[in-house]
Each structure stands twice: as C-alpha cells, then as structure tokens.
C-alpha cells in the first residue's frame, strides 16, 4: 500500500521576498498586512488562484539590513519595517484559513553584528556570550588566524579593536558566524525553533547549513592554483564539519514534538557528500533539501537529463525530493534558460519540468508571471554582494525587484517610491493583465498547479527517465499504476530545440490523451501515441497514458 503523502510533499511552496511582495503603508518596502492582503492571489480556494500550499517567508526578523533580514538582530520578533509579531499572527490565522502553512527562514549560522548576544560577546572576554561566537588570536605579525575567505569576498576574519582579537564570518564582516560547539548557545536556538511553532508556524527553511561547525584549530584552507575569489581556496576547515550533521539531527528531534512540520535545507552544492548528505539516514536530518543543479544548468535537454537523474538518485529512501528554478539569490531562471532563445517558450516550458518532476515545487514571487531581472543603474543597488561584483556579476537585486500586480505607476506594489525600482515591463507583464489573458504564463501556472494537485501519478509516482529517439527531447514518465489506487502513467515531454523535433519512445506502442501543451490553450485532449510524435519548438507536454 502506498503511504498517503503528507502535506509538504504535495504543496506548491510560494517564497515571498518580503521586502518586495506588497507595501501596504507607501514605506516602498513590502510588509506583512501587505501580504495578507494578498493572500486570496496565493489561494482563495477557487479556481482564479495560484493554489499555494504554503509560504517560504524569507527573513523578517529585527535585522540592520546590511544581508537583506539574513542578519538577524532578535529571532523572536518582527523587524518594524515589516510590521508586528501581532502582524505576524493574523497572518499565520489569515493563512491557515485559505489552507495556507507558514514556513520560517531561519539563519543558523550567523548573526547580525547588532544582535544583543554579539555585543555582549564582544563586550566581555568572560560574558557566557563570548563562547558563541568564534574568536581567536592573531600569528605573529599581526596575520589572522588563519587564510580563510568569506564567500562574500575578502577574509573570514575580522579584528574587534574593544576586545582585542579577531572573530570568524564565513560571509559579511557584519555576521559573525555561531558556535555550534556551545550547548547554551543550541538550547537557546531550539528555545527560538520552538518559540516560532507555537505561534503555529509548520516549517522553516534552514539557511547555509553546511557553515555550522569549524575545524577549531583554525588550520589554513589549501589554495587552488588558477581559481579566484571564494573558489581559490578548498574549504576544508572551514565548513562541511560532522558537527552540522549533529546539529541537524538534534533539530529534527526537537521538531518532532509537533505535527505535520516540515525541516528544508540549504546547502552549497560542494559540500561533502553533496546537499543530499543532511538527508542524513533519509530520516533523522532533513525532510528535503534544496539541490541547485538544475537552478544552475543551461537550457540543454542532455544537461537536464542528467541532473534529474543524478538528483533523484541522490534522494535516500525516506527523503523526499524538492523542484526549484529561482529564488532571491539567483538571476531569474526566465534570463538563466532564456538566454540565446526564446525567454517566454522556455519559461512555458520549465514550468511543467516545475510541476511534472518528482519533488515538492518552489516557487519564487513573480516567475509565475515571467517577471524578469530589473535592469538596474549602480545607484539603484543595494546588496552589498551585488555592489561588489557589479558589473560583471548580475547579482541578486536585480531578481528581488517589486512583484508586479498591475500596470499602475509602482505596479500596485506601492504608494510611495519602492526600494528597488519597478521593472520597465511592469505594464504588459503583471497579475491583472496575465489573469485575462487564456495564454499567459499565469494562466499556465494556475493550470498546472490544479493539474498536479488532481493527479496522484504527478504528485507521488516515481520518476522513470525514457529514451526519445531525440538528442533535444526530455521525455520521462511519473508512474500511476503502482500506486493505492492505481493512477493513470503520465509522460512528460520537453523540447529544448528552437526547432520542431520529431521523437518516438522505444517499446510496445503506448497511447494516451494529451492533457496539455504549453503551445495550446489548456483544454486539449487530443489522442496521442508512442511511435512517432512531434514537439514545436521549445515545447512541452503532459500525456495521461492509458
Ligand atoms: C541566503 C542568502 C544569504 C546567505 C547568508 C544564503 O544562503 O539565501 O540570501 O545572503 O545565505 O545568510
């Protein structure tokens, strides 16, 4: 009998950025009445609505702001600009009611400089606090303690002049990195996991994880001769440490006095044993972690091929797969596939490789529109990561500009002037537009997520890669039959050619019903068979075999 999926294996997850999802006081920053205002966008339970199962909130604790919320200044509350922890509760209420669940960010590794426990700990050699953070002493000759590179440039290590040594940030000078090593420091954090799920949060999305633990010895990071910047040196010491594993393992079991909350990981996709490691035993670490390969992969069925291949085989029996193409890190996956062809296809496209793999899909704010990177001027950047490396990273503002709801002067995102500028094509690509229009982007979100939701083969069947005939032609299949009831097999057809391909499928014949092209409107059904079949350029279908 196959075990009914539990609620975060099926769930759309929508991450809100909040900074950027709607302004509800002409601040030009987003907040958190502005997104309940929004909520019946993300489900109101009819057929005109996206369909989220549940949201991913990025950071909105107190924070300076210098990483954008990723430093946080106080884990148990709301920064003002944001709203309130009273906020906060009407939405988790406001949510719960439209069947929405609230996931939390949670940063782990690091702090704000600004958060009490730092200052205390930089206050004092002899503070309880001091221990929970890194400090060390300096070589001789005034060198740092050790080589390492932060992964947002420069060194690792930092000299706090008060107290006279230096402290360890694997990413800005301003987030000192935590010590995992000290107990009172981890029962302070699980006091905060728990302080969050009483307040009827069901998940967090844990940021960074693999930083958690150093080698404390400090030894240097040996150098890769040729490579620059954060990739010029192995990190050996300082991350991917047993005691992230460790501490991973604690979290679960903490997480387990509760119902139905889901734990999904971030890792760097070098860390040992790849970001399936903090699957750990496939059930003592995390339910799903984040694997970026596909997020990073060019447009090019081989590539896929292999990456879903190699990302489901990663998956320990127990762990449970999730689907993501963009978040506020990354350049927008329409202009990462897009790029050389046709940006609006191959995002059609990549929207039923989202919602037809095996895994939980996670949306960012706006892909579903085919929102694009903001073409933005040095000064209206804000990211110190993006200042940094501009103009020759696109960095990650140009990916978090305000989402787009209607053609208004601000998009309806705000009264007031936003905080990064509103993307030029605001007026064509925006809700109110895109829910009019049978053929747009929205509409073929909003219809596939329906599909998927209704279809047990999408949601649970195991994934079967199928040869096409076709070097261009991604073809796989979720498998139904296996399941309890059995479900129709569903086939999943890509074209990543910018020319019409013809493809067949080794095997006795099967036939089956088109249930969608992403080059149609949405109700086709029109029969279709294994032994020869064309795909327009950059197109995809969904098959419902019988
Ligand atoms: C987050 C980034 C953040 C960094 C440091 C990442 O994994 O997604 O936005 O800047 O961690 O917290």
Known sequence: MTALPVWWQKAIVYQIYPWSFQDSNGDGIGDIPGIISRLDYLNDGTEQSLGVDAIWLSPIYPSPMVDFGYDVADYCNVDSRFGTLADFDRLVTEARQRGIRIIMDLVLNHTSDQHPWFQKARAS?????????????????????????????GSSWSWDSFSRQYYLH????????????????????FDVVR????????GFRLDAINWLGKDVRWPDNPIRLGWRGYTRQTHLYDRDQPLAHEVMRELRSVISAYRDVVLVGEASA????GPAAFYGNGSDELHTVFDFRLLKSPWQADRFRTVISAAEQAVPSGGWPSIVLSNHDQSRHIDRYGHGG?????ARAAAVLLFGLRGTSFLYYGEELGMRNGTLRYRDLRDPYTKRFWPFRVGRDPARTPMQWDASAQAGFTNGRPWLPVSDNASMVNVEWESKDPLSLLTLYRH???MRKSTPALLMGSY??????????LVFMRTGKELTPPDSDMLVAVNFAARTV????????RTGRQLLSTHQRNTDRRPWTSGRFDLQPDEAIIVSLT
Not at 125 to 152: I, L, M, Q, T, V
Not at 172 to 183: A, F, R, V
Not at 196 to 201: A, E, K, N, P
Not at 464 to 473: F, L, Q, R, T, V
């Open 125 to 153: 050699r002899s503070a309880p606090e001091r221990d929970w953070y890194y400090w060390a002493d300096g070589k001789d000759c005034w060198r740092r303690p050790s080589n390492w590179n932060a992964r947002f440039g």
């Open 170 to 189: 694997s990413f800005l000078p301003s987030q000192p990195d935590l010590n995992w090593g000290n107990p009172a420091l981890r029962a302070t954090m």
């Open 195 to 202: 302080f969050w799920l009483d307040r009827g949060v069901q």
């Open 270 to 273: 070098d860390t040992v044993g």
């Open 342 to 346: 046709d940006a609006g296809r191959r």
């Open 448 to 450: 596939l997520i329906r």
């Open 464 to 473: 079967i890669a199928m040869e096409s005939g076709n070097p261009h032609c």
């Open 502 to 509: 013809t493809c067949f499928l080794a095997g006795p014949e």
